[in-house]
């Protein structure tokens, strides 16, 4: 696997050499070599802390850890919520005579995890040297004063996406301080804590506090780098709208031999309508589902040509042998809205699988939304196609009579509605961001859009600022699945880059 | 729900009224009015012992148990079994002067379960007054010389399926002895402990042994009665062979938002496949599916027009608003071969899904064979259909590079494979079992074939017999399925019903 991004990689040698030459970030490096050891122990102890979005104990634990490390700092730390929301921790740099104002924004809260399907335990931080596909090994963290194997990687929940740029920022203030430096705006951070379970309370929670929250923009320090290893910058998300689907079959359970070819079989229901919604080439068959999509633009459609071919390399990665959406390349595809199942059961199979009719058959899908469109619109369409497809559509569990009285009932549950959002890339401060981000990392791939779902909108819409998003994990870091893991280098390339972000 | 099948009900009164003249059942019935908690306390020793069939400890408990219950009655028990297969119990009774020999088969193992979906242990017997659907609350045994409410329901694995004819047979036994009445023909008891993992080792086993296993007529004792609660005798089976098919997706899951509407998704794919199998009225599009069946003879079909019909109450009974196969009945439909859904799963759903695409889509199928079919022939049938959709198929994990070498790959696995089976009603021994069996439970239903799966051809190939299968359990049994239950006068009824057969 490694051979087919190193083959890439050689083409970018030259743009990376000349990289460094940002003061922050070269203050930042010397910094970093001096306190490996120390920054990784800050890390590993923020990531030992279970930070799924629901468990609210453990989500205020970390926003207490994380306030703390700001507390040490001087960054005079405020956790700011709305009733029922998990706290954003606030924290802040006043530069006297600063002009404007940025803020950074990451999030604390991680993916839902299933613990059986990952190599270690997903809250106790373990390096490995190489990946786990590729048979790597549990090594102890080198003693204080060793240096580390750019290439190991840490594995935890968060560690990628999307505690690490917390780390980083704050790495890359205390260099910046050591180092004499100044900062030339005032600096704002806003880490959030229910990223991942959609952001619900992130609109309301600015808006409540607009003041504390005002910036002239907000760097979004979350995905992962471009798929060769290239820094990117991304100037949109696309937004998420979820919808959980269950159709019905017999009450209970039914033996197969006695009822099977008479009892309608749920799973085969679902299936069907599955099918239904998008043709064999992955088009969305749902009526109405493109029709507000905002096309791009002359300079994004350029920056998108400019932008490396990826996907031949990322199917021998990923073990593909096609992929849906062609002839529209990878890049292409995420600035159009997409429908994706996330995960489909029906009764059991393996070992604990019986001869039955299941009950019920359940399929959770995820729509990805760009620029234009509006979550509910979409939801409604989804539920719309469903009925056309014959079924009976309830929004919370059907009664008996309702099973009766219809040959085919769903529920439909929208489960949450998203926005996509983009930036212009040829503002006078997107142009800034671009030569900031190009003195410390070489030469950048700007990206219209980012495929998955950043809380865009959320930040643009209460505060009427703009976003621009900052990654800093290695792409093939497993982040919402198992075995998510940040490589060391992005970790240190992350901390020079957020050292020259803050001096901007 | 219940004053669907009382309806049904009141129209065999008569029949049922006049059922008693038979008189080992009658001294079974004596028996069994004195006895009621002793009977009961025996089962619920029996039901304690788990009996899943992979699981070899407990399996080798039940066989002893049901061995020492046979000693009891010196029934010269053995365990019976080839290597790797778990042992057959058998016992018997040599009648002097007897011309022929009766063998009982039941099985004493269970189907696999997830204890979570069970209102009790499913290995902790539990009487309750009512069923579970209709709020049965648990209830303690009557203290011995009570009575035993008749619509009660014990409730553990095994209890309906199929270690209910263990107990109504040895049970006859005690009461035809304790009424000084004698056998005529020679018995044999013959109770297998692998019957829900598909009976792999049944043939082999018999043949091994064809002496000690040999009669004239095996009366199979398993299965539930007719839906309207009369008794029926049914001359046949389906054979199960079973499909497991994987697709596959990415290596490992991946972020939906930064691969969605490019990665193809397993699932989708799946839902693909499973749907190009079936049209929407039921129907198998499997290339040849069909072309093996044997027609039923004018007999057959004389005796399923006379069947009650049931499939209204049925569908009330069920929550069901339609079913597959119209306009055949589903005493027609259980006569042809059908494909069935037994579960199916992708990654997650509910609150461990996430925003993934994912890695592989898993779907366990079931296909009921009828006399004609064969198995291996169908399983082969299978695999075409799938490769005709486009799939490169393998029957084990593929590797990296068959995943990347082929646009969709597919796993293969034909789990077993099995046949159907039909004695004709019109034999001399069929119609002698018709006439005992109703002198006992009043007019009963014949049907040419059940829709479920016993292994009468394991047992007709090695032995040269014939079958004939005897039901005794409650139709809404939830037989493979969460909270399995007999209901108690269903046990009461069945130790006539095998006193009468003992004796024939």
Redesign the interface.
């Known amino acids: 696997m490694k051979r087919y991004v190193l083959a890439l990689l050689i083409g970018l040698l030259p743009a990376v050499a000349g990289a460094q030459a940002n003061p922050a970030a070269q203050a930042a490096r010397s910094w970093r070599q001096q306190h490996e050891r120390a920054i990784v122990d800050e890390f590993v102890t923020l990531l030992s802390i279970p930070n799924i979005a ?1 468990d609210r104990e453990d989500i205020q634990r970390n926003a207490e850890a994380i306030a703390a490390m700001m507390a040490k700092r001087g960054l005079a730390p405020k956790l700011v919520s709305v009733p029922g929301g998990n706290p954003i921790v606030f924290g802040e740099i006043r530069t006297p005579g600063a002009t404007r104002t940025l803020a950074f924004y990451a999030h604390y809260d991680g ?4 613990a059986k399907e990952w190599a270690s335990p997903p809250f106790v931080p373990t390096l490995r040297d190489k990946p786990t ?1 590729d048979g790597g090994q549990v090594i102890p963290l080198p003693p204080v004063g060793a240096t580390f194997d750019p290439e190991w990687r840490l594995y935890a929940r968060g560690a990628a996406d999307d505690k690490a740029p917390v780390i980083a920022l704050m790495t890359a203030v205390d260099a910046i301080r050591a180092a004499g430096m100044t900062f030339r705006a005032n600096i704002k951070f806003a880490f959030e804590g229910e990223e991942e379970a959609g952001s619900v309370n992130l609109e309301r929670t600015l808006a409540a506090n607009k003041d504390l929250f005002a910036a002239d923009l907000w760097l979004m320090c979350d ?2 780098l471009y798929q060769t290893r290239q820094q990117s910058i991304i100037f949109g ?2 937004g ?1 709208t979820q919808v ?1 689907i269950t159709v ?18 749920p ?2 229901s ?3 309508l ?2 239904s919604m ?1 043709d ?1 080439k ?1 088009r969305v068959l749902v009526e109405g589902f493109y029709d507000d999509v905002e096309p791009l633009g002359p300079v994004e459609k350029r920056a998108l040509a400019e932008a490396p071919a990826i ?1 031949t390399d990322l ?11 062609g002839p529209l390349t ?1 890049n292409e ?2 600035t ?3 429908l ?19 009950a019920s ?4 899908i ?1 729509i ?1 939304m760009v620029k234009g469109m509006d979550g509910r619109k979409t939801g409604q369409q989804i539920t719309d196609h469903i009925r056309t497809q014959g079924f009976f559509v309830v929004d919370r569990e059907p009664t ?1 009579d309702e ?7 769903a529920k439909v549950v929208v489960v949450r509605t998203g926005a996509g959002s983009r930036t212009p890339m040829d503002l006078p401060i997107s142009q800034e961001v671009i030569r900031t981000v190009e003195s410390v990392r070489g030469r950048a791939v700007k990206l219209p859009t ?4 950043l809380p865009l909108a959320q930040v643009e819409r209460p505060l009427g600022t703009r976003t621009i998003v900052i990654p800093m994990g290695n792409h093939d870091n ?6 998510e893991n940040l490589r060391i280098q992005n970790l240190w390339d992350g901390i020079e880059l957020m050292a020259a972000l803050l001096t901007m």
Not at 111 to 114: A, M, S, V, Y
Not at 361 to 364: G, H, K
């Open positions: 629901r993916q839902p995890l299933d596909e995905a992962p998300a696309r998420v959980d019905y079959g017999p009450r209970a359970e039914l033996h197969s031999g006695h009822y099977g070819n008479w009892a309608p079989n799973a085969m679902l299936a069907r599955l099918t998008k064999d992955g996907g199917m021998r990665q990923f073990w593909l042998g096609s992929t849906d959406g990878l595809l995420i159009v809205p997409s994706n199942i996330r995960g489909m059961t029906s009764s059991r199979t393996g070992a604990q699988a019986s001869n039955v009719i299941p058959a359940t399929v959770s995820d990805r008996a099973r009766r009285a219809h040959p085919k009932v980012m495929g998955g779902g497993n982040q919402h699945s198992s075995d």
